[in-house]
């Protein structure tokens, strides 16, 4: 069974930072790309970031783009998202996402159920 719990979440003040981390089973986690989604209260879903299976290559929304990392521990099984400079628009449910095959073009099958960051002074 395929399981992704996401961690990290919290309370931040404008400008301040989190490391948000998705632990994976069920599966053989360095064969698939991986992503975060995010939806802030009242919106819908938003594509945040991605990682292929090796970890090589990444890709960013605009909108966090400079200001946050993807990254992954194939030997530990983790995805992790490191967030600075965050802005009260990032407050959101961040989702850590499992794609179908080894790149981010490729669609998502399973997701966590979320961790909440919240940015307010």
């Known amino acids: 069974e395929v399981q992704l719990v996401e961690s990290g979440g919290g309370l931040v003040q404008p400008g301040g930072s989190l490391r948000l981390s998705c632990a994976a089973s069920?599966?053989?986690?360095?064969?698939?790309?991986m992503s975060w989604v995010r939806q802030a209260p009242g919106k819908g879903l938003e594509w945040v970031s991605g990682?292929?299976?090796?970890?090589?290559?990444?890709s960013y929304a605009d909108s966090v783009k400079g200001r946050f990392t993807i990254s992954r521990d194939n030997g530990q099984n983790a995805l992790f998202l490191q967030m600075n400079s965050l802005k009260p628009e990032d407050t959101a449910v961040y989702y850590c996402?499992?794609?179908?095959?080894?790149?981010?073009?490729?669609?998502?099958?399973?997701w966590g159920r979320g961790t909440l960051v919240t940015v307010s002074s």
């Open positions: 990682i292929n299976s090796g970890g090589g290559s990444t």
């Open positions: 996402a499992k794609r179908t095959g080894k790149t981010v073009a490729q669609g998502m099958d399973y």
């Open positions: 069920g599966f053989t986690f360095r064969t698939y790309a």
